[in-house]
């Protein structure tokens, strides 16, 4: 009898320990308090190195321009392009993991490059004016272009004031400069019938040594060039206008303008942007 409850006792006890442990979940089973692994499947940080942008040409950064504007944009004997401009697109596209095409063209034709998404970014020295911000978006201006008039050296025109005299004035196509002169006399323009419209600076430069303009309105920097080149010109001492240059982009492109602007800004603190500039431009 003794054997026999001992026995009892060992089995109860046997079933009271299998009762405590029949609620356990194996390992991995909902509820379970240890982590889940993590899902490989999840979307990746939106830091990624990926740019939230596009643009015309898969993995390249199209620059339409008009070549024939020292010292931002000019060709090479090679063919090729170089200046302030052209440098600084190339290291903005490096910034954004681009390669840079330059596409010459005229500059009325630069600016409706991008407003029809033929290009990415137009850079011309273009001035930030209310009229092209309705049709284009500007990033922040990365300099500043000071217009100028060109004359010979015996010229009558001693300042901008006597532009008012002046039987015609010469001035590149859809250039500030063209659209400040052709104004009417009342909005402190000359006219149309008084101002000639060339496809570039240099032609327009060209037509004042040969007689057939009075005067070049032009930005300062080529006009140094341009003056450099051709004896006899000069440039009179008064500023014709003070304006801001910026790169144009097309109406809401907001990803690619806010790229541009970071990776400018970035150009800017470390030294890269004046080193450009200096490299062309000689303090005086």
């Known amino acids: 009898m003794k054997k026999f409850m001992t026995l009892l006792l060992a089995l109860a006890m046997v079933l009271s320990l299998a009762a405590c442990g029949g609620g356990d979940k194996p390992a991995g089973d ?3 308090s240890a982590p889940a692994p993590a899902d490989s499947s999840a ?3 939106s830091g990624t190195d990926a740019p ?3 643009t015309v040409e898969e993995g390249k950064l199209h620059m339409s321009t008009n070549a024939a ?3 931002y944009e000019m060709t090479t004997d090679a063919g090729g392009f170089e200046g302030i401009d052209v440098e600084v697109a190339q290291a903005i596209a490096g910034k954004l993991g681009l390669e840079l095409v330059v596409d010459d063209m005229g500059f009325d034709a630069a600016l409706t490059a991008v407003q029809t998404g033929q290009s990415d970014i137009a850079m011309a020295g273009i001035t930030v004016t209310e009229d092209r911000q309705q049709v284009m978006d500007f990033s922040d ?3 500043t272009g000071i217009q100028v008039v060109i004359v010979k050296e015996d010229s009558p025109i001693a300042t901008v004031a006597d532009l008012s005299n002046a039987q015609m004035i010469g001035c ?3 250039t500030t400069g063209y659209i400040y002169c052709s104004d009417t006399p009342e909005n402190g323009g000359y006219g149309e019938d008084h101002v000639t419209a060339y496809e570039t600076g240099a032609l327009a430069v060209m037509a004042l040594v040969n007689g057939q303009v009075d005067a070049v309105v032009i930005d300062n920097e080529p006009a140094k060039s341009f003056v450099a080149s051709n ?3 000069k440039i009179l001492d008064t500023e014709f ?6 790169i144009g982009l097309a109406k809401g492109n907001t990803a690619l303008l806010e790229a541009v602007n970071a990776a400018m800004a970035e150009l800017k603190a470390d030294g890269t942007f004046q080193g450009i500039v200096d490299k062309y431009i000689t303090a005086e």
């Open 231 to 233: 004896d006899g010109l």
């Open 141 to 143: 201006s990365y300099a």
């Open 30 to 32: 909902a509820g379970d």
């Open 69 to 71: 504007f020292p010292p």
């Open 52 to 54: 939230a942008f596009t």
């Open 43 to 45: 979307p990746a940080d």
């Open 172 to 174: 590149q196509k859809a």
């Open 241 to 246: 206008a003070v304006e801001d240059y910026a």
